[in-house]
């Protein structure tokens, strides 16, 4: 059940980061355009495609005896977020012409959202409240 109220929250976690990348990607467009939304949308993405990557590593294995392998999954995940991340701005940069400032404002806005994840991500049992 735990496990459950976990996985809940980081969904709730990565649809809040695609929403926002979504949300900024309209909002340039109406402001500034196609390119400027284009830029906002990639930037964005950037940030969210490695994070799901690393939440699909990082919770395949939940328990105390799978311990060493939830370590090994979390320094696995990250190492592919971090690698995914630098094959995605390559890629962005090399076959896209993006608005640097839109793009780099949209990726810090989506990776930012990891402070909101104690509030979004509530592992808590639920107890009553004792007098």
């Not at 940030?47 to 395949?60: D, E, H, N, R, S």
């Not at 962005?92 to 979004?120: H, Q």
Request: proline share 3%; with cysteine; charged share 15%.
């Amino acid at each position: 059940m735990k496990k459950n109220l976990v996985i809940r929250g980081i969904k709730r976690l990565l649809i809040l980061q695609l929403s926002l990348c979504l949300f900024i990607s309209v909002l340039s467009f109406v402001l500034a355009g196609k390119q400027n939304a284009i830029s906002a949308l990639l930037g964005g993405l950037v940030a969210f495609i490695p994070t799901v990557l690393f939440a699909k590593k990082m919770f395949q294995y939940h328990g105390a005896r799978a311990a060493r392998q939830i370590v090994k999954s979390f320094y696995i995940g990250e190492f592919l977020k971090i690698t995914l991340s630098v094959v995605l701005f390559t890629l962005v940069f090399k076959l896209y012409e993006v608005t640097p400032l839109t793009f780099f404002l949209t990726y810090i806005a989506v990776v930012m959202t990891y402070w909101l994840a104690p509030l979004i991500i509530d592992h808590k049992q639920k107890r009553p409240e004792s007098d």
